[in-house]
């Protein structure tokens, strides 16, 4: 049939030949290379109302504009602006699903401060909901523990002001795209 797209042999892994897998790899350095996209429609798609005093974009955008204000490197600065991006993805553990996306782009430190940041952020609220605010004590042993008590204090729990002034989203493309470059992806930890 013309007109269709070049498609694997195989319907069973297994059965997949050396050309097959070239094939694959082909359309998945395409998805790579679209995956700034995808995370800057993730951004955008948080710009609704949720009960705070600005949207979670603006929240984010927030937190990435006062992180680049104090002199953070790129990869911190685009960690504050994505740090809730699991709130469209997976609300329930967003910090969890948010590390997990971004894990292959970032440092081991951002990946952590970004799984953990849930957590550390209870120290603000917890008491409120009848769970424990000290709950990131668990992890004050960690080497990255003060990183995250820092990223929090500085870049999320008071990034919720209205009045700030914050740079928008186009501000900070130019600097998704270059920590989300298919060339940054690291190899895969399999463990």
Same mark, same amino acid.
């Given at each position: 049939?013309?007109?269709? +797209?070049?498609?694997?042999?195989f319907?069973?892994?297994?059965?997949?030949?050396? $050309?097959? /897998? %070239? +094939?694959l790899?082909? /359309?998945e350095?395409?998805?790579l %290379? @679209?995956?700034?996209d995808?995370?800057l429609?993730?951004l955008? $798609?948080?710009?609704?109302h949720t009960? /705070? @005093?600005?949207t979670? +974009?603006?929240h984010?955008?927030q937190?990435?504009?006062r992180a #680049? @204000?104090?002199?953070e490197d790129e990869?911190?600065?685009?960690c504050?602006l994505? #740090?809730?991006?699991?709130?469209?993805?997976a609300p329930?553990?967003?910090?969890?699903?948010v590390?997990?996306?971004?894990?292959?782009?970032?440092?081991?430190r951002?990946?952590w401060?970004?799984? #953990?940041?849930g957590?550390?952020?209870g120290v #603000?609220?917890?008491?409120?909901?009848g769970a424990?605010?000290? %709950?990131?004590d668990?992890?004050?042993?960690?080497?990255?523990?003060?990183?995250?008590v820092?990223?929090?204090?500085? /870049?999320?729990?008071?990034?919720?002001?209205?009045?700030?002034?914050?740079?928008?989203?186009?501000?900070?493309?130019?600097?998704?795209?270059?920590?989300f470059h298919?060339? @940054?992806v690291?190899?895969?930890?399999?463990?």
């Amino acid at each position: 049939m013309t007109g269709e +797209l070049p498609t694997v042999t195989f319907t069973a892994m297994a059965d997949g030949t050396s $050309a097959d /897998y %070239a +094939l694959l790899e082909r /359309y998945e350095q395409a998805e790579l %290379a @679209r995956f700034p996209d995808r995370v800057l429609g993730w951004l955008r $798609a948080m710009d609704d109302h949720t009960g /705070y @005093r600005v949207t979670r +974009l603006g929240h984010s955008l927030q937190a990435a504009t006062r992180a #680049h @204000r104090a002199g953070e490197d790129e990869e911190t600065v685009v960690c504050a602006l994505v #740090h809730d991006v699991g709130d469209v993805l997976a609300p329930a553990n967003h910090s969890e699903v948010v590390a997990a996306v971004v894990r292959p782009y970032v440092s081991e430190r951002n990946h952590w401060i970004l799984r #953990h940041h849930g957590v550390f952020q209870g120290v #603000h609220w917890f008491h409120h909901v009848g769970a424990d605010p000290d %709950a990131r004590d668990r992890y004050a042993g960690h080497p990255w523990y003060q990183a995250c008590v820092d990223f929090c204090a500085h /870049y999320d729990q008071n990034s919720f002001d209205p009045d700030y002034p914050t740079e928008p989203l186009e501000f900070f493309e130019p600097l998704v795209r270059r920590v989300f470059h298919p060339e @940054r992806v690291h190899a895969p930890d399999l463990t």
